[in-house]
Structures are given as C-alpha cells and as structure tokens.
C-alpha cells in the first residue's frame, strides 16, 4: 500500500496536536498546584483543612443510674 505526501502530512499533523495538548496538559497541571485559585482540584492539598477531624461527641451518653 503506497503512502503519499498527504496521509504523511495528516500523520504528522496529528502526533504534533496530541504532543502540544499533552504539554498544555501537563504544564496547567504543575501551575495549578501551586495557584490556590485555579486549576485541577482533584486531590485535597495539604494546606486545605477539609472537614473538621472527628472529635469528642458533643453529647455524649450518660451512665445509666445506680441500681438499674
């Protein structure tokens, strides 16, 4: 199957357009880290508190009465 000048411009064109997205990607992920306003939020970062830990109950049970 003989290969033109075309089907080799197409191919090119494309491994070029996959390349460039990835670097954007890749590049928009590495800022994003550290810009606290922008950019992926997939992973909780160490400096956001999240959710409060668990802590004491705030009403905890009271012992049952003597004799019970």
């Not at 990835?22 to 992926?40: R, Y």
């Not at 802590?55 to 009271?62: M, N």
Request: aromatic share 6%; glycine share 14%.
């Amino acid at each position: 199957m003989p290969v033109n000048e075309a089907s080799e411009l197409i191919a090119l064109t494309l491994i070029s357009a996959v390349h460039i997205v990835g670097g954007v990607a890749l590049i928009w992920g590495m800022l994003g880290a550290d810009s606290p306003g922008w950019g992926p939020r997939w992973w909780r970062r160490g400096d956001d508190p999240g959710d409060d830990p668990p802590g004491d109950d705030p009403s905890p049970l009271s012992p049952a009465p003597p004799g019970t």
